[in-house]
């Protein structure tokens, strides 16, 4: 069966530090790889996709990037948090054209101090 | 108008009812429709998915589809404390590269 790991669970960095939480997909490949936030209280929000290695699509224009070294491994970074940065970030997968059920992994919660 | 939307509640019912959750979408195009279950601190969980007009039942759970009227409604039949929880729905657009469009979901509380 197919599972998703991502890491830390839980972060707490300053301002200007830079980040990187990491997800990895297991039991598939080639999946379509996607990072949310999620503010407290809000809705989820879309910040990069991929559809294969080397390929990503981004959402809203900010600090933060994405990249894809292997089919399963998504990786999203930032080289100076922003206190705007703050929430709970959610990696999720799904495989097909997008019209499949994303899976999410358990996310990171991020503080910045 | 919001893509996808939902009432946010919060939306209280007795133990043993039938919780009823709503959510609209404005792209007649949408093919896929989705529920989530999101516990206070946790990640989403699917639920239900439907792809097609009617009702799609799994346990105490019934999708329901009708693309005519662009809405997707999920009942919860014979509701426990332990349904208590946020509840997502999120949309599948033709054209939307492989993107979901989430509503900003319906917090429920089963009352014991």
């Known amino acids: 069966s197919q599972t998703i790991h991502q890491w830390p669970a839980t972060l707490v960095q300053p301002v200007g530090s830079p980040l990187s939480l990491e997800c990895t997909v297991e039991?598939?490949?080639?999946?379509?790889l996607y990072w949310y936030r999620q503010a407290a209280g809000r809705g989820l929000q879309l910040l990069f996709y991929s559809v294969g290695i080397g390929q990503i699509s981004s959402e809203v224009p900010q600090n933060l990037s994405a990249s894809r070294p292997q089919d399963r491994q998504f990786i999203l970074s930032s080289k100076k948090l922003l206190l705007s940065d703050s929430g709970f970030y959610l990696c999720?997968?799904?495989?097909?054209?997008?019209?499949?059920?994303?899976?999410f992994g358990d996310g990171t919660r991020l503080s910045i101090l | 108008q919001k893509e996808v939307e939902q009432n946010s509640g919060p939306l209280s019912v007795p133990e043993g009812a039938i919780a009823s959750l709503n959510c609209t979408y404005s792209d007649r195009g949408s093919q896929s429709f989705f529920w989530y279950r999101q516990y206070s601190g946790k990640s989403p969980e699917l639920i239900m998915f439907?792809?097609?007009?009617g009702d799609k039942e799994d346990g105490r759970f019934t999708a329901q589809l009708n693309k005519a009227s662009q809405y997707v409604s999920l009942l919860i039949r014979d509701s426990q404390p332990s349904d208590s929880a946020t509840y997502l729905c999120?949309?599948?657009?033709?054209?939307?590269?492989?993107?979901?469009?989430f509503g900003s979901g319906t917090q429920l509380t089963v009352l014991p």
């Open positions: 999720a997968w799904n495989g097909g054209k997008g019209d499949q059920p994303q899976h």
């Open positions: 999120a949309v599948f657009r033709s054209g939307s590269a492989r993107q979901l469009t």
């Open positions: 039991g598939t490949s080639n999946p379509n």
């Open positions: 439907i792809y097609s007009n």
